[in-house]
């Protein structure tokens, strides 16, 4: 089951640099993965997704990196600017599963 | 203009009364969920329904109750058996339930008075 009652990750990154947000995820037989976004009071938002036969896929400034073997998703944001400060959550979807098991968070915070 | 809608926005209530939270969808999806969102933390699984008039218990589905009578609409509502109710509540549909991606409404937030 997916872990709950966490302290939530921060990390800070200088704006224009690079960010690399990660995630354990728990189950080997998860077969697609999501990333989204939320913002303080809304929904979480759609970044981008990979199935487990990539290894990686690549956005808009985003790029995610899939490692099955030790199981870790990571999300990659280019040039990282303000309106990127945000929670970040990794979710996954086990294969003939029936929802969607969503990581603790992380929360970027853009330094100018 | 598609899209997943939940109201209210903010929500009161007093104790020991049920509330029910709206969420409407015209995405035509099959699946829909329900999830809590307390301060600092991740999401975690209410209900989640794959198809009208069926739909299934999540991680914490003790003092929650949900109906899914038309493909649109999946209302939650809060009981008074949901010991510590306060929190920021999403809904969520998808297409099918496996391998894809899930579009979230906006969320409420309901406060017990």
């Known amino acids: 089951g997916e872990s709950v009652g966490l302290h939530l990750p921060t990390l800070s990154v200088q704006e224009g640099d690079n960010s690399i947000i990660n995630c354990a995820y728990s189950?080997?037989?998860?077969?697609?993965f999501i990333w989204y976004k939320q913002e303080s009071g809304k929904g979480p938002q759609f970044i981008i997704d990979i199935r487990s036969n990539m290894d990686k896929r690549q956005g808009q400034r985003v790029t995610v990196l899939l490692n099955k073997t030790v199981k870790h998703l990571s999300l990659q944001i280019a040039a990282t600017q303000p309106g990127d400060s945000a929670v970040y959550f990794c979710?996954?979807?086990?294969?003939?599963?029936?929802?969607?098991?969503f990581g603790p968070g992380t929360r970027l915070s853009v330094l100018p | 203009d598609g899209g997943i809608t939940q109201s209210p926005k903010y929500l009161f209530r007093k104790e020991g009364q049920n509330v029910t939270l709206s969420c409407e969808q015209n995405l035509n999806h099959d699946a829909m969920y329900w999830y809590r969102q307390d301060p600092g933390q991740g999401l975690r699984l209410i209900y989640y329904s794959q198809i009208v008039n069926d739909f299934q218990k999540g991680d914490i589905a003790e003092g929650y109750s949900v109906s899914r009578e038309k493909k649109e609409s999946f209302p939650l509502t809060v009981t008074s058996a949901q010991k510590n109710p306060t929190a920021f509540y999403l809904c969520?549909?998808?297409?099918?339930?496996?391998?894809?991606?899930?579009?979230f409404g906006q969320g409420t937030r309901l406060t017990v008075v």
């Open positions: 979710a996954e979807n086990i294969a003939g599963g029936q929802n969607f098991v």
């Open positions: 189950n080997s037989a998860s077969d697609y």
């Open positions: 969520a549909s998808s297409i099918v339930t496996a391998g894809t991606e899930a579009f």
